[in-house]
């Protein structure tokens, strides 16, 4: 199947189903990961102009499901469907040019379009705006703009800005320095599963900041951090693990398996 080439305003034959069907029925064959039948049913919707078929097959093309992988191509749906505003093709294409994946590599372009996403509500777009505003790499950050966005995706849920919203508390970016908002925001990051919110939690209670200190506990948290892949995880976790005595490292295991529910309960 060629899926080179954008062409749009083709003209629908009149025994064709509704869109919206076609547009289930290319859903159902993507979710049982009948993806050949997906793109069969998207390709043409998408070669008409429809954004929903357009992420569709840019989605395939991207990640090589149901046709060979095509950054290049895959790209380009995604920004057919981006400037049609549709919100996943917006926070997916941000993501291409982040990562230079089919496009120049370009954080201008990622904030652009992350921002146009963050603006219509997305969650997960409103966590790397704000992760793109406060990262240092060749730029000044903006804390102020990064925490509200960070703000937003936390109120939708997402873990990772609400430990990025701890870190600006107790790093006083953007906001006051306040230990206790720090330690809020690292417990439900934690709870939700974020590994560096576990990290951070097992610092604070490594040191005693906000929370009783509590080697035991740190450990566990900071084991709970390595085994969701926290890099944060591996630099407090050979001083913690030094301070332990042999009991102790094994009730701070036994812990970690029992976390978050155990730090719930506490």
Known sequence: MKLLGLTFGRDKPASTPPLADQLRE????????????????????????HAEAQHGVATCLMQGLGAPADHEVGAKWLLAAAVQGHVEAQRDIAN??????GVPQSDVDAELWYRRAADQGDAAAQDM????LANEDGRTPDYGESL????????QGIAASMTRIG????????????PDAAIAWWRKSAALGDADGQAMLGAAHHIGQGVPQDRVRAYAWLMR???????????????VFASLTPDEVEAGKDLARRLPAAEAGS
């Open 225 to 239: 951090a390595r085994w969701g892949g926290s890099k944060l995880a591996e630099r407090f976790l050979n001083p």
């Open 96 to 101: 291409a040019y982040l990562k230079g994946e």
């Open 167 to 178: 870190l600006f508390h107790h790093n006083a970016l953007g906001v006051a320095r306040d």
């Open 129 to 132: 705006l704000s992760w793109l």
């Open 26 to 49: 290319a859903a159902a064959f993507f979710a049982a990961e009948e993806y050949e039948g997906a793109i069969a049913v998207w390709l043409p919707l998408a070669q008409a102009g």
């Open 148 to 155: 509200k966005w960070a703000r937003a995706a936390a109120d």
